[in-house]
Nanobody, 128 residues
Framework: QVQLVESGGDSVQPGESLTLACVSSDSISDRYTIGWFRQAPGKGREAVSTSGRYGHTYYADSVRGRFTISRDNLKNTVYLHMRALKLEDTGTYYC??????????????????????WGQGTQVIVSS
């Protein structure tokens, strides 16, 4: 069973940048689809971005143009580069993974049920 560990969460001001990292205990190269979800205080968890196993990327409308997802297969790590952070980006950010692709299994990148493994989360606070 793969384990995911997130890091990089911090308290920042609006407009600043932050990069989160998700390290997998298993090799991710061409194998795992990995996504980022977030949960704001008092709200449900929402999809932020996903990196498909062959590098295809997906973004929520709320972060497109500000966030970039990337993966380093040699380090088994997926990054979420966040810039121009807004107050509404505050929340706990979770990394999630599933073995294989999404489309071939009829799964949606922005649905929690598409992922089998989850990290414990890292907190991002955007405050002035």
């Amino acid at each position: 069973q793969v384990q995911l560990v997130e890091s990089g969460g911090d308290s920042v001001q609006p407009g600043e940048s932050l990069t989160l990292a998700c390290v997998s205990s298993d090799s991710i190269s061409d194998r795992y689809t990995i996504g980022w979800f977030r949960q704001a205080p008092g709200k449900g968890r929402e999809a932020v971005s996903t990196s498909g196993r062959y590098g295809h990327t997906y973004y929520a409308d709320s972060v497109r143009g500000r966030f970039t997802i990337s993966r380093d297969n040699l380090k088994n790590t997926v990054y979420l580069h966040m810039r121009a952070l807004k107050l509404e980006d505050t929340g706990t950010y979770y990394c999630a993974a599933t073995l294989g692709g999404l489309g071939v299994r009829g799964l949606k990148w922005d649905e929690e049920s598409s992922y089998d493994y989850w990290g414990q989360g890292t907190q991002v606070i955007v405050s002035s």
